[in-house]
């Protein structure tokens, strides 16, 4: 394993057993499950498409089905679209459902 390189490459732990030298990735691993446990995409969504009477209409990139996080992404992509804006749109989903 070189330097910088993702060490997640050569170990496989999906149970998340072995500590990560990286404080915010357990945080994010939590989030990540509960996001796509609970569908909060798909929460934000029905409550456009309710009061506007058609749903978001999400980008996709090619390069989304490599992020590692991607139910936390599309939730950010998602909230930037319903809430209209650009950033610090995890407090305002939040605010809404408890993440």
Not at 2 to 29: A, H, M, Q, V
Not at 48 to 68: A, D, F, G, W
Not at 84 to 94: C, F, K, W
Request: aromatic share 8%; glycine share 4%; hydrophobic share 35%.
């Amino acid at each position: 394993m070189g330097k910088g390189e993702d060490f997640y490459r050569y170990i496989d732990d999906p149970e998340d057993i072995l500590n990560c030298e990286d404080s915010i990735t357990r945080p994010l691993g939590a989030i990540e499950k509960s996001v796509r446990l609970h569908n909060h995409s798909a929460l934000i969504n029905a409550r456009y498409t309710e009061v506007y009477n058609r749903p978001l209409s999400i980008q996709v990139s090619s390069h989304r089905s490599s992020k590692k996080y991607p139910s936390l992404n599309n939730l950010i992509l998602t909230a930037r679209q319903f809430f209209g804006v650009q950033e610090s749109v995890l407090p305002l989903v939040n605010s809404i459902i408890l993440l």
